[in-house]
T-cell receptor
Framework: GENVEQHPSTLSVQEGDSAVIKCTYS??????FPWYKQELGKRPQLIID?????GEKKDQRIAVTLNKTAKHFSLHITETQPEDSAVYFC?????????????FGKGTKLSVKP | EAGVVQSPRYKIIEKKQPVAFWCNPI?????LYWYLQNLGQGPELLIR????????DSQLPKDRFSAERLKGVDSTLKIQPAELGDSAVYLC?????????FGEGSRLTVL
């Protein structure tokens, strides 16, 4: 089955700097790659997703890139703010999230220092 | 629109006791998931329903865990008997056309 590796496990940056989180997946049939943000004690919430027919997607300060050949995808956060501090999870599934099982990485705890 | 609703939010029980968690998905979402989240870890899938059918329960420890979604809407996850290692957050999620929406979770502590 699918296996998703995520790194780093912790990341500390200064406010205004960029943060990059990387994930690799094992199943070449996976075609849907969402990223979730989870604040302490809260539910995971989708922040951005990408499908395999696209190489890059951007939404304001957040962007995701996908390299299907290498089977890895990355989350880029620019101009980080203290409210970006949270745990970020990548995930992968086949057929799209509603028709397959989302397999999650172990998470990256991002700390943005003011 | 109401999100995914779970109850109880917190439950403390002694080992060997039974416990049940309830989930009401977003209206119209046919797919429902139960995930387990240990502290500092990503969510791990326990079971996925398409309407009332459990289409993937391969990761559900069936000796003590059971789940149902009788009318294809609400779902219940049960543990009987609970063990110390079951302490975790149990997340319910639903989806309609791709994006998963999670509930706030039910935090279980087994003493």
């Amino acid at each position: 089955g699918e296996n998703v590796e995520q790194h780093p496990s912790t990341l500390s940056v200064q406010e205004g700097d960029s943060a990059v989180i990387k994930c690799t997946y094992s199943d070449s049939a996976s075609n849907y790659f969402p990223w979730y943000k989870q604040e302490l004690g809260k539910r995971p919430q989708l922040i951005i997703d990408i499908r395999s027919n696209v190489g890059e997607k951007k939404d304001q300060r957040i962007a995701v890139t996908l390299n299907k050949t290498a089977k890895h995808f990355s989350l880029h956060i620019t101009e980080t703010q203290p409210e970006d501090s949270a745990v970020y999870f990548c995930a992968a599934s086949k057929y799209g999230g509603s028709q397959g099982n989302l397999i999650f990485g172990k998470g990256t705890k991002l700390s943005v220092k003011p | 629109e109401a999100g995914v609703v779970q109850s109880p939010r917190y439950k403390i029980i002694e080992k060997k006791q039974p416990v049940a968690f309830w989930c009401n998905p977003i209206s119209g979402h046919n797919t429902l998931y139960w995930y387990l989240q240990n502290l500092g870890q990503g969510p791990e899938l326990l079971i996925r329903y398409e309407n009332e059918e459990a289409v993937d329960d391969s990761q559900l420890p069936k000796d003590r865990f059971s789940a149902e979604r009788l009318k294809g809407v609400d779902s219940t996850l049960k543990i009987q008997p609970a063990e110390l290692g079951d302490s975790a957050v149990y997340l319910c999620a639903s989806s309609g056309r791709g994006e998963l929406f999670f509930g706030e979770g039910s935090r279980l502590t087994v003493l």
